[in-house]
């Protein structure tokens, strides 16, 4: 049981590069969610997906779009890098529709470093 | 104001003793609250999640809700060196499918 898989792990790029973050779970999960994490900043939440063909900005959206694919994936495009968008991103689901009190489900995270 | 607050710490306790970690939040129409704990390095591992006023308990565990204060605790019993980690507290905003996290607690048990 994978639970929630991110890929890659670890990622260089150079400013103004692209990328996309996969994420995938395998629990039936309705609600996934993007995080990124920087030192003394706490988890902050880029976007979102309540359900499946859904999706909503989070705290801080600016330079990132999201696609939930399906009901499984749910991935993050950096379309132009940018330094300040280094950090470690996880993806998180969870069972309920939006709302629900359900706790998550993170992956390992991707640790994004930009040069 | 933040959403969600807690000390950054590091909070030290011995082991064996009781380590208390707090969390406060503003939105007073939240019904939901959880605790996760990350090990450095590692991804948040959800540990407590509490619903209603008072205590939740789950073994070494112990989770406190009180609304009308709008703060909420985790009580960690007989503290071992591997309960070293941050705390993070969680909080689902009302009427929103957003979980808000406060920043955590770095929390060290002493041998």
């Known amino acids: 049981n994978a639970g929630v898989t991110q890929t890659p792990k670890f990622q260089v790029l150079k400013t103004g590069q692209s990328m996309t973050l996969q994420c995938a779970q395998d629990?039936?999960?309705?609600?996934m969610y993007w995080y990124r994490q920087d030192p003394g900043m706490g988890l902050r939440l880029i976007y979102y997906?309540?359900?499946?063909?859904?999706?909503d900005k989070g705290e801080v959206p600016n330079g990132y779009n999201v696609s939930r694919l399906n009901k499984r994936e749910f991935s993050l495009r950096l379309e132009s890098a940018a330094p300040s968008q280094t950090s470690v991103y996880f993806c998180?689901?969870?069972?309920?529709?939006?709302?629900?009190?359900?706790?998550?489900?993170f992956g390992s995270g991707t640790r994004l470093t930009v040069v | 104001q933040k959403e969600v607050e807690q000390n950054s710490g590091p909070l030290s306790v011995p082991e064996g003793a009781i380590a208390s970690l707090n969390c406060t939040y503003s939105?007073?129409?939240?019904?939901?609250f959880f605790w996760y704990r990350q090990y450095s390095g590692k991804s948040p591992e959800l540990i407590m999640s509490?619903?209603?006023?008072g205590d939740k308990e789950d073994g070494r565990f112990t989770a406190q809700l009180n609304k009308a204060s709008q703060y909420v605790s985790l009580l960690i019993r007989d503290s071992q060196p591997s309960d070293s980690a941050t705390y993070l507290c969680?909080?689902?905003?009302?009427?929103?499918?957003?979980?808000?996290f406060g920043t955590g607690t770095r929390l060290k048990v002493l041998a």
């Open positions: 998180a689901s969870s069972p309920g529709t939006g709302g629900a009190n359900y706790g998550y489900t």
């Open positions: 629990m039936n999960h309705n609600s």
């Open positions: 997906s309540a359900s499946e063909g859904t999706t």
């Open positions: 939105d007073r129409g939240s019904q939901s």
């Open positions: 509490i619903y209603s006023n």
């Open positions: 969680a909080v689902l905003l009302s009427g929103t499918y957003k979980y808000i």
